[in-house]
C-alpha cells in the first residue's frame, strides 16, 4: 500500500561554497553522502551547497529544515546535450522534522535538478520519484521557486533574524549584522513536496 501527502509552503534556503564550508556529513544521524567537486553549473563555479527552512502553509504546520548536497551518483548526461560552459546540476536532498523535540528525516529526494543555470536564484525541480531505493519516506515530486533573492547586508539582516547560525561560516562566532557580506545570498520562494511511503 503506498500513502502520498503533499507539503507545500515559503521556503527560504542560502548556499555555502564547499572549498570554504565542507557540507555536512550526517544529518539526524542519518549519514550523508556527497560527490566531491560536483555541484556547479559552469566549469568556473565553485560547488556548492545548500540549507534552509520550509514554513508549511497548512495551520499549525512546524518548521521543516532543509539540506541540499551535490547529487552522490547524478545520472548521466551525454556531452551533446549541454554547453562546454554549462552543466546541470543535481543535489541529494533532505527534508527533516522537529518531531518531540528531535531532528528527525522527513524525506529524502535523490539527483534533484537545479535548473535556471548558475545564478544565484535557486530553482529545483524532481518528478517521478528520484528517491527510489533508499528507506522510506521518499520524496516523488518537489519544486522549489525562488520569488526574492536577498544579497549583501540584506541577506545577513535575515539570517540574522531567522537562522543566525548560517552566518557562523561566514563571520566566525561574530553575531552582528556588520562585516564582509558580499557573499551572502538567501532565496526566498515556495515549495511543493510530495512524499510517497511504502508500507
Known amino acids: 500500500m503506498t500513502d502520498q501527502r503533499v507539503l507545500s509552503g515559503i521556503?527560504?534556503?542560502?548556499?555555502?561554497?564547499?572549498?570554504?564550508?565542507?557540507?555536512?556529513?550526517t544529518l539526524a544521524g542519518e549519514e550523508i553522502a556527497a560527490a566531491a567537486g560536483a555541484g556547479a553549473g559552469k566549469a568556473t563555479d565553485p560547488p556548492t551547497w545548500f540549507q534552509g527552512h520550509i514554513f508549511p502553509s497548512?495551520?499549525?504546520?512546524?518548521?521543516?529544515?532543509?539540506?541540499?548536497?551535490?547529487?552522490?551518483h547524478p545520472p548521466p548526461i551525454h556531452g551533446c546535450m549541454v554547453?562546454?560552459?554549462?552543466?546541470?546540476?543535481?543535489?541529494?536532498?533532505?527534508?527533516?522534522d522537529y518531531a518531540d523535540g528531535a531532528l528527525a528525516i522527513a524525506g529524502r529526494a535523490?539527483?534533484?535538478?537545479?535548473?535556471?543555470?548558475?545564478?544565484d536564484a535557486v530553482e529545483l525541480v524532481l518528478e517521478g520519484g528520484g528517491g527510489a531505493g533508499g528507506p522510506p519516506?521518499?520524496?516523488?515530486?518537489?519544486?522549489?521557486s525562488t520569488t526574492r533573492l536577498l544579497?549583501?547586508?540584506r541577506?545577513?539582516?535575515?539570517?540574522l533574524k531567522y537562522a543566525p547560525d548560517a552566518l557562523i561560516p561566514y563571520r566566525g562566532d561574530r553575531m552582528d549584522a556588520g562585516g564582509d557580506t558580499a557573499d551572502i545570498v538567501v532565496c526566498l520562494g515556495v515549495i511543493s513536496v510530495a512524499f510517497v511511503a511504502k508500507h
Open 11 to 25: 521556503v527560504h534556503l542560502w548556499s555555502y561554497q564547499i572549498a570554504r564550508t565542507p557540507a555536512p556529513r
Open 83 to 96: 554547453s562546454e560552459h554549462d552543466r546541470p546540476m543535481y543535489y541529494d536532498v533532505y527534508i527533516a
Open 137 to 144: 519516506p521518499q520524496v516523488q515530486e518537489l519544486r522549489m
Open 155 to 159: 541577506a545577513a539582516s535575515h539570517l
Open 110 to 119: 535523490k539527483n534533484v535538478a537545479r535548473s535556471g543555470g548558475s545564478g
Open 58 to 72: 497548512q495551520r499549525g504546520g512546524q518548521q521543516y529544515a532543509l539540506l541540499g548536497v551535490p547529487a552522490a
Open 151 to 153: 544579497s549583501g547586508d
